[in-house]
T-cell receptor
């Protein structure tokens, strides 16, 4: 089945540690995204990539880094520089047709910093 | 004015009720509009796109008012399974230079 997978589902990290969240898609989509969702908040865009080996900062990129070496993969690293990393992280990919965008989301990773 | 603003909710309605959500957007150049549904502790999923002429999908009707810069979602004959958070999403820009902005969501609880 086609889809987006994220791992792990739950992740605990100690303060000061970097951690990498995995995102893989087999939908053959060019564009991929990382969002963060906090309780009572909308999704906020961290980074996005529209093509392999290229990515752009979103609204809240500070303390995060990404890579896009393969079309299928868009890992997100939460660095120790991120001041408040505990959140629900969602990866998405999208297909565009005639200006309409449909985003497909992975199941998310809940990161807790202890 | 926030880029995308939704009814804060929460909405608590009995089964069978009709409920409507509104969403306003600030950028008049916005081009495409969507409603997503997000179940508790799950990922968002596309519910429906919103077309200029309005569109209907079963019990769900979406409408767009460009002059007033708002979109709406109407749910008729509410079911228990409709309980979720409904997210309004607005796209502006074109080609490879576009932006999707999500509202904070409106929580709906349908009660037996």
């Amino acid at each position: 089945d086609g889809g987006i997978t994220q791992s792990p589902k739950y992740l605990f990290r100690k303060e000061g540690q970097n951690v990498t969240l995995s995102c893989e898609q087999n939908l053959n989509h060019d564009a991929m995204y990382w969002y963060r969702q906090d309780p009572g908040q909308g999704l906020r865009l961290i980074y996005y990539s529209q093509i392999v080996n290229d990515f752009q900062k979103g609204d809240i990129a500070e303390g995060y880094s990404v890579s896009r070496e393969k079309k299928e993969s868009f890992p997100l690293t939460v660095t120790s520089a991120q001041k408040n990393p505990t959140a629900f992280y969602l990866c998405a990919s999208s297909i565009e047709a005639g200006g309409w965008i449909e985003q497909f989301f992975g199941p998310g990773t809940r990161l807790t910093v202890l | 004015r926030k880029e995308v603003e939704q009814d804060p909710g929460p909405f608590n309605v009995p089964e069978g009720a009709t409920v409507a959500f509104n969403c306003t957007y600030s950028n008049s150049a916005s081009q495409s509009f969507f409603w997503y549904r997000q179940d508790c502790r799950k990922e968002p999923k596309l519910l429906m796109s919103v077309y200029s002429s309005g569109n209907e999908d079963g019990r769900f009707t979406a409408q767009l008012n460009r002059a007033s810069q708002y979109i709406s979602l109407l749910i008729r004959d509410s079911k228990l399974s409709d309980s979720a958070t409904y997210l309004c999403v607005v796209k502006w820009g074109s080609g490879s230079n576009y932006k999707l902005t999500f509202g904070k969501g409106t929580l709906l609880t349908v009660n037996p």
